[in-house]
């Protein structure tokens, strides 16, 4: 499984992103897919996260720090998951990381360990 994140650069405080994760190579029928970001001499941390199954998207989750400003969807015939990223602010700078796994437990959603699958990161910049 490749994934490959797209979507990040440099915008100003309450702008807005729309980032990418296209999945390519062996496909989950059931899995989730999970955006983490990790700042600059932080640890990687939970963004957001969505599951599905049988092609049909079945919950979302969001971090509180970007619940209510970021949406997390999919486009199951692309294979592809979006997070669209509202209101930046400065604090959401950082490299932007998509996951995927095939255990969808919320407790493992929200963990970097819980995923197999990860792409190369996308740097969001939000300047003040």
């Known amino acids: 499984v490749q994934l490959q994140a797209s979507g990040g650069g440099l915008v100003q405080t309450g702008d807005s992103l729309r980032l990418s994760c296209a999945a390519s190579?062996?496909?989950?029928?059931?899995?989730?897919m999970g955006w983490f970001r990790q700042a600059p001499g932080k640890e990687r941390e939970f963004v957001a996260g969505?599951?599905?199954?049988?092609?049909?998207?079945?919950?979302?989750d969001y971090a509180d720090s970007v619940k209510g400003r970021f949406t997390i969807s999919r486009d199951n015939a692309k294979n592809t998951v979006y997070l669209l990223l509202n209101s930046l602010k400065p604090e959401d700078t950082a490299l932007y990381y998509c996951?995927?796994?095939?255990?969808?437990?919320?407790?493992?959603?929200?963990?970097?360990?819980?995923?197999?699958?990860w792409g190369q990161g996308t740097l969001v910049t939000v300047s003040s």
């Open positions: 969505i599951t599905w199954s049988g092609g049909r998207s079945n919950s979302t």
């Open positions: 996951a995927l796994t095939s255990i969808t437990t919320p407790q493992s959603m929200r963990h970097p360990l819980g995923y197999i699958y």
């Open positions: 190579g062996r496909t989950f029928s059931t899995g989730g």
